[in-house]
């Protein structure tokens, strides 16, 4: 909503101005097309195009205003009410049947991912996104919270970059899994079990509040109902019966990395 009120403030005033879209471009040193995407909220207007706008206009600077409000969201709309509780949670219990969860992702796994996203995601986002994924991890060096990670094999063998940055993950794996309160652990992909429905995430707070987490393709939801909650630990019970030991999931994942 951002994009497209900030592309129709620039085609208000331009239009207010007389300034032509062609004479607008020329000044940007966009290509008309382009311009008219960023005035539909297409694309996000860049800080060019609003000084370009802001002089031919005479805005006097009401439209490079615009720019604090377009910075990057650092994390998926979707995913914002999980953000602020994910810190806050004293045990984290995570099944992953994709993709190597964030909290251990490496940055060429995040960037990869990043990259791969439909629609793209402009320079900015990305930066953004991967600093923000980054930043997260901070919360594995507090000892006085647990954390519990199922990964299924085959999110293990889907590569993500290159074979030297999937060894790097890997290996990153094993590092991470090192100390005490954390715990990474292999579903086996011989295994059916209640996870092959999706990946979910539980959280548990210093006030003992249980809240559980699932994401799809284009949707978050973050719920503390009793009856889902409980539903959801009972089936990551299920799944931590089928997994592998932490030291033996260890002693497959090095396997993985040193085939590679």
Not at 185 to 198: D, K, S, T, W, Y
């Amino acid at each position: 909503m951002a994009w497209k009120y900030c592309g129709d403030q620039i085609k208000r005033w331009r239009a207010t101005a007389g300034v032509t879209r062609e004479q607008l471009s020329r000044a940007a040193s966009y290509d008309v097309e382009s311009v008219r995407s960023m005035e539909a909220g297409r694309r996000k207007p860049t800080l060019k195009l609003l000084q370009a706008a802001d002089d031919l206009c005479d805005a006097k600077g009401m439209l490079l205003a615009a720019t604090a409000f377009l910075q990057p969201e650092k994390f998926p709309s979707f995913s914002q009410d999980f953000m602020k509780y994910e810190p806050e949670a004293t045990v984290l219990s995570s099944y992953e049947n994709q993709l190597i969860p964030g909290l251990l992702q490496t940055e060429a796994t995040v960037r990869s991912l990043l990259n791969a996203h439909w629609p793209p995601l402009d320079d900015d986002t990305v930066e953004e996104r991967v600093a923000a994924r980054l930043a997260r991890q901070a919360i594995l060096s507090n000892q006085t919270k647990s954390f519990s990670f199922l990964i299924d094999e085959f999110a293990l063998l889907r590569q993500v970059g290159t074979a030297a940055e999937h060894k790097e993950q890997l290996n990153h794996l094993l590092d991470a899994g090192k100390p005490r309160h954390i715990d990474i652990q292999v579903v086996p992909a011989r295994c059916l079990h209640p996870g092959v429905n999706g990946a979910f995430v539980l959280l548990e707070t210093a006030d003992h509040e249980r809240l559980v987490y699932e994401e799809g393709q284009s949707m978050g939801l973050l719920s503390a109902d009793p009856e889902k909650v409980n539903l959801l630990w009972q089936r990551y019970a299920m799944i931590l019966r089928q997994a592998l030991s932490p030291e033996e999931s260890a002693t497959f994942i090095n396997k993985l990395a040193e085939e590679l």
